[in-house]
């Protein structure tokens, strides 16, 4: 049933082989499609310029008040590029291997090999865009490393990097509004999904300045939404991120893969206390320089400079010698977890350990640790009050990015036909875990490079859309309306940021960084409990026709408490530990993660039927052009 | 802690708003500004009052999403801080806040401490690029850019484009934030191109847009998150006179 449409062929030919059998359309005609994109990242203004380039009717969408602050703006470290620039053995296939290894063999071979292929491209448009990436003294491009590799392939401007690759998408698209037939409707959510004949023709939304519920028609949506990593509550992600566009695209039929896959990031800065809105990242590329431990003996109240050294353990050179403090995400934050939980935690709630420069500081000078770290001790110090020129950073893991998202085929298409999903929203190249600085360039290559061709190949075979509006369509706004309405008139006593903060809790705890049946089963008691009080208890104030942050809060905690126990039940199901998830049943003699190839080499997909019940769908992974081995990083 | 807050509460863009006062007597000192306005919301929610509408998002200093007057401070009482990156650390227990929307003609207020910042954007599209489509770029190590040009050109590319600018400026002026962008992009080979066109069309839209002219203060330097220089001002209007 679940057809990925992997072209045939070697997987070096696979791309070209489909660009040079995809369907055009005559640059006159294209005028005549309509494309509605919902979401201004990385993903979304990359598509939105490329499509409108091309010549088609674009129309993009946004909750925020400018396409500039979508979230890919956060990325700090870099992206990847097998540009083999440092001469130290790059290549496509390196780097097509590298993330296929990264995310624990759970990815899709020919998606991972044209993200590497697309990567060396999209450098050069980057550059021509003019986003100023790192330069050598020559006037050449730099580059540094990143957690699991072992070159240095990652570009970057300062620890700035997302924000300078989506000024430069941003730049694009909003050129676009001038010169192309583009629309930017900020400050507009999208609710709802409308079908047609069981194919994707548009989109309802709701203008959050004046309530304004509206359907848009289209020939083709695409969603480039982002992840959902602040289900968790505390998490490295922006206040608004959610996961609404597409879980109800996924009420509306789109199948969801592997929900249960979030990353912890393992540099992010620890929870202080119970107030706490957000864990502020601090950049991987500081794993580069930096050394990461705890003491060995905990002793309350000692500064970090004197612990003597042969009481320092620092745990990841110990454990993973040939990667050192540059082991991939998953295993760091693992480990850190472990010393945490041993009692080895440090700072005043002992939530956290080390990330030490003396040493890197008396090796290359202050001046050259400021020079390619500045900014981020600068925003260290404006958050903590602290120095890491003169004392360790404290660290802790926490929730960041979703390997898990919709599921897409080879051409980025869900299982509804004509919606296309881009980005961290869809499921794809990452398998159980993502590298660092694969993240910005997979958004950027799906948005620039892939979905342009793939969007056209089906708009080619699609007759465009007529009308205005449709019955379908009024009746997904009624839907939407009747939504909205329940959640204003409960009038409890709970606030939805309450329910959001319980939610994040049970997913923490239990199905967090690692996970164990028993208390699976509890949260997904937990979790449906909390939804039923959700719909008893949630105070909404005010109306629906001005502007309402709670309302517009309320729904994406639904959203989310839905989605929540999907997540459950996905973590649930897979009964073995691979990457990101860990099952403490599933694990070796030394407490590493123990995959099963035999019942488990594939993705799980899953449908929500009308009823509330989950249909379990399974893509089939096949390892054809790598040989599928342990994952190993000592 | 204790703080009392004199928030200013208008409900929409012509409603007439005014100041009204909370007093918070249960704060932590490492709460973030924001997270107070959080704290201060559920128990208005619970009140059965109208919470109050700000705006914020990445909570870290880089989307540009969030800002306000604090005691007649733009974004911060800290230097070169976004309002989520300041936490009440930076003041006295039993300190009086004045929180208020920024204020400039461009800016319109949308409620509460909201305000509308989509001249900035209207700015760009009139030129903040360089018109490259995909797929034309060439080799990128095929353009060389010194060490410190490229660094100079990030200096000016690090804008965040929250407004911070125009709100501390006596004119309202968005000279910072238009120079920030016309100087990234000159700076760059790449960019110089359009050089011409791109300045005059951009600065002929920031003064359709209603900012008023710079009269080199330097306040705009002195708060921007970003720490971005008046040099580049002083670059814009090189670049404007060469063009016209």
Sequence with gaps: MLNSKIPPGPIQEKWTQYKAGCKLINPSNRRKYKVIVVGTGLAGSSVSSSLSELGFQVEVFTFHESPRRAHSVAAQGGINAAKDYKNDGDSIWRMFYDTVKGGDFRSREANVYRMAECSLGLIDQAVAQGVPFAREYSGYLSNRSFGGVQVSRTFYARGQTGQQLLQGAYQALIRQSEVGLLTIHTRHEMLNLILEEGKAKGIVSRNLDTGQIKSHMADAVILATGGYGKIYYLSTLAMNCNATAIWRAHKKGAFFAAPSWTQFHPTSLPQMGEYQSKLTLMSESLRNDGRIWVPKKPKKNRSPREIPEEERDYYLERKYPSFGNLAPRDISSRAAKEQIDAGHGIGPLRNAVYLDFEDAIKRDGKDVIVKKYGNLFDMYKKITGMDAYSEPMMISPSAHFSMGGLWVDYELMSNLEGLFVLGEANFADHGANRLGANSLLQACVDGYFIAPHTVMNYLAGEKQIENLTTPNAEKSIKETKLRLTRLLSIQGNTTAEEFHKALGKVLYTKCGLSRKRSELLEAKKELKALQESFYKDLVVSGSSDVINFELEKAGRVEDYLELSQLIVEDSLQREESCGAHFRVEHQTEEGEAKRNDEDFKYVSVWESTLEGEYLLHKEMLEFVSIKISERSYK | ?244
């Design chain 2, 1 to 244: 802690m204790k703080l009392t807050l004199h928030i200013w509460r208008q409900s929409d863009v012509h409603a007439k708003g005014q100041f009204e006062t909370y007093v918070l007597d249960d704060l932590d000192s490492h709460m973030s500004v924001p997270e107070m306005l959080d704290h201060l919301n559920d128990k208005l929610i619970k009140e059965r009052k109208d919470p109050i509408a700000f705006d914020s998002d990445c909570r870290e200093g880089i989307c540009g999403q969030c800002g306000f007057v604090i005691n007649g401070h733009v974004l911060s009482p800290e230097e070169h801080a976004t309002t989520c990156q300041t936490h009440l650390r930076s003041f006295k227990d039993g300190d009086v806040l004045y929180l208020e929307p920024f204020r400039a003609r461009a800016f319109p207020i949308k409620k509460d401490l909201c305000v509308d910042r989509k001249a900035l954007d209207r700015i760009i599209a009139k030129g903040g690029y360089i018109s490259v489509n995909t797929g034309q770029a060439p080799e990128a190590n095929g353009i060389l850019i010194s060490h410190d040009q490229a660094e100079r050109a990030f200096d000016a590319a690090a804008c965040i484009g929250c407004g911070a600018c125009v709100a501390v400026c006596k004119n309202a002026s968005a000279a910072l934030f238009t120079s920030a962008k016309i100087s990234h992009l000159v700076l760059l080979p790449q960019g110089k191109p359009e050089a011409k066109m791109r300045t005059i069309a951009m600065v002929e839209q920031m003064d359709k847009e209603g900012f008023g002219a710079c009269t080199f203060t330097e306040a705009c330097e002195a708060v921007c998150p970003q720490s971005i220089s008046i040099s580049h001002i002083v670059m814009m209007n090189r670049e404007y006179w060469k063009s016209v």
